[in-house]
């Protein structure tokens, strides 16, 4: 046992898949490896499960669908999370509905992440990192001009059901891809075979996406996709979902040159709307029914002009959006025909427009710089005026329209000796207030039982960035480890606001988002890998965060020491995975913040997979176990303490043609 905590410690999984010290990349579909991670699961897995497997990346967990990112210990409201480079906001002010969740893994190409200040070039207001979700798309002249694929997966707990089928056409100047995907879940069991009430959800996905190429080279690409999630569960927060219901389209035009410094320029146009509509009327002993929808609408535009010369490597993004977003509230109580309605999210609209660089550039002998910055600048107005005059109440004088600019610089030194790899780094940045933060009307968190009100006057928050890496690798062995800190200054967080009292039925309070002086939030990570023979290798990682206010007190949901460890056995078409993950106490809770900590875990598993060719169709067998030993757990990251699954076996075949 003591020989298993040790290597737990100690071998970790290498980070292969790093384009520079702070991109990564999964592959999720498709038939390239490349030497990048993929999901046990594979295609059948989630979106929440392939993000788990990111090195930097955790998920605040309010139900067992539609997961909220958080990178560097930093949840969405700084980090940037896109589509193919499309801005899309998510419609509910309770952050069921990241993102995330509007994709499936059946059009996912891969996931981008960038971490901290050097982001992808679409991210804005990203000190904590971005996030890139690249759809699959079938291209001009694939090696097979015709495919046809399909999945059908199963898990035991929760009784997990997936079906997707797809099909491809790739000819010299046309190509289309499209598909569907429909994913079922039951009420789940934790540990010990107990039963998480309101866990289940189901969600249909549906794609297309088509290119044709002129006679130039220049091409015209066009994508479609609709998603629709049901009767969703939420058993860590007051109420559930009744639809989040997504189309996201966009048409993008790419230009090639020929014998000139810049190789493409590509413009994108998109649109997205989003719906959300959360209800309690499934929930039991309610005193007061609510009916809270969302809507988000985002239209926008980015042009990316790519260079290359003989040592360097540009880019350069303009981009332009417009989102509008409304929520509400309305209240009924038993027996009565009395109602009380109330605008959580006040008609604001977003007009944001920045230009974006970036540079790589080789200085020979193994040495290497890379620069980064954008500039951007932006305008929030308030649409309703009855919304205004709420707000106004809290903040005299009060403007109905606000304008910020937002500023982030990034740059990096690396060299290469030998085994070694070194790269050193730092960037500043600042972000403008999100919605909620700036304009939000009692909104209710759970986390914390306050409910709370936005700040129009809130100063922009800023961020001086420092990281560092190092890498070993030789033969067999490759070693890794890196760390980064953030510097913030008008650090943005609630604050309790005595002189208000709570709408909301048992609610501590009323807090008032405010600028703090100073916070300090520190992320570190050591990697290995080990081969130890043609066919077995050994993996693991640990990571660790710390996070501190103006006054010394522990940030909220900061990551205790993880670790995580897997042997592979890779043979022909047959692929063996045994591995164990966990955590130490979390010792340095946000108890001023309302966090309670989490205990310690170690929960294991086993995965395998067959591939197989028969009759022109690659086939692929997967089964695998998770929580082995049925542990009742939650990590630090599960909203009040929402319990993991217990044991779960799931299994998948995948058709291709």
Not at 107 to 114: A, D
Not at 538 to 552: E, F, K, M, P, T
């Amino acid at each position: 046992m003591y020989l298993l905590l040790i290597s737990l410690l100690f071998i970790s999984e290498p980070d292969s898949t790093y384009k520079h010290v702070d991109v990564n990349e999964v592959v999720v579909s498709g038939a390239r490896h490349n030497g990048q991670k993929r999901s046990l699961k594979g295609v059948a897995a989630s979106i929440d499960e392939h993000l788990a497997e990111l090195n930097h990346v955790s998920l605040i967990r309010r139900g067992s669908y539609a997961m909220e990112p958080v990178v560097n210990n930093m949840q969405d409201e700084r980090v940037s999370t896109t589509i193919d480079g499309m801005k899309i906001f998510y419609a509910c002010t309770d952050k069921m509905d990241p993102v995330t969740s509007y994709v499936e893994s059946s059009n996912l190409q891969s996931i981008s992440l960038s971490s901290g200040l050097d982001g992808n070039p679409q991210a804005t207001g990203n000190i904590g990192g971005s996030i890139d979700l690249r759809l699959r798309k079938v291209g001009f002249n694939a090696i097979k001009p015709f495919q046809l694929g399909s999945i059908v997966s199963f898990e035991s707990n929760g009784a997990v059901r997936m079906v997707e089928a797809d099909v491809a056409l790739s000819q010299d100047r046309f190509y289309t891809n499209f598909g569907a995907s429909f994913r079922k879940a039951d009420n789940y069991s934790a540990g010990g075979n107990d039963e998480v009430q309101f866990s289940q959800f189901q969600k249909y996905n549906i794609f297309a996406n088509v290119g044709g190429k002129f006679a130039n080279g220049d091409r015209l690409e066009a994508t479609v996709i609709y998603d629709k999630a049901t009767d969703v569960g939420y058993p860590a927060l007051n109420m559930d979902v009744a639809k989040a219901e997504a189309i996201i389209t966009s048409l993008s035009y790419r230009r090639t040159f020929e014998n000139s410094f810049f190789l493409t320029n590509e413009t994108k146009a998109y649109y997205n709307r989003i719906v959300h509509i959360m209800d309690d009327s499934h929930r039991p002993d309610v005193p007061i029914r609510m009916d809270m929808p969302g809507k988000s609408w985002t239209a926008g535009l980015y042009n990316l002009l790519n260079g290359q010369g003989d040592y360097n490597q540009l880019q350069i993004n303009y981009d332009v959006y417009y989102n509008l977003r409304h929520a509400d509230m309305t209240m009924y109580a038993d027996n009565s025909d009395w109602q009380m309605y109330m605008l959580t999210w006040p008609d604001v609209s977003t007009l944001c427009t920045g230009i974006a660089a970036s540079d790589d550039v080789s200085l020979g002998n193994g040495q290497s710089l890379r620069f980064s910055g954008k500039g951007a600048w932006q305008q929030q107005h308030i649409g309703s005026y009855d919304g205004f005059q709420l707000l106004n109440v809290f903040f005299p004088h009060m403007k109905r329209t606000y304008h910020q600019t937002e500023l982030r610089i990034a740059a990096r030194y690396g060299i290469k000796s030998g085994p070694w790899q070194f790269n050193i780094g730092g960037g500043w940045g600042s972000r403008a207030p999100s919605i909620t933060e700036g304009y939000s009307y009692y909104l209710n968190n759970t986390f914390d039982n306050y409910d709370y009100i936005g700040n129009p006057r809130l100063s922009n928050e800023k961020a001086f960035e420092a990281n560092a890496s190092a890498t070993f690798s030789s033969g067999r062995l490759r070693l890794a480890v890196d760390a980064n800190i953030f510097r913030f200054s008008d650090y943005i967080i609630g604050h309790v606001e005595d002189r208000l009292s709570a709408m909301t039925i048992g609610a501590n309070g009323v807090k008032v988002y405010g600028n703090i002086d100073h916070a300090t939030i520190a992320n570190s990570q050591f990697s290995s890998a080990l081969q130890l023979s043609n066919f077995i290798s050994w993996n693991a990682n640990v990571s660790y965060g710390l996070g501190r206010d103006d006054n010394n007190d522990n940030l909220p949901l900061i990551a205790p020491l993880q670790y995580r460890s897997s042997v592979n056995f890779t043979k022909g078409g047959l692929d063996v995975v045994v591995n164990a993950e966990g955590a130490l106490k979390q010792y340095d809770s946000g108890a001023k913040y309302g966090e309670k900590g989490s205990n310690a875990y170690i929960v294991f598993g086993a995965n395998l997979t067959y591939t197989k060719l028969f009759s022109k169709v690659n086939t692929t067998f997967r089964i695998g176990l998770e929580n082995a030993l049925d542990k009742f757990y939650s990590t630090y990251s599960d909203w009040n303490g929402l319990p993991h699954k217990g044991r779960n076996v799931y299994f998948s075949v995948n058709l291709t043609l």
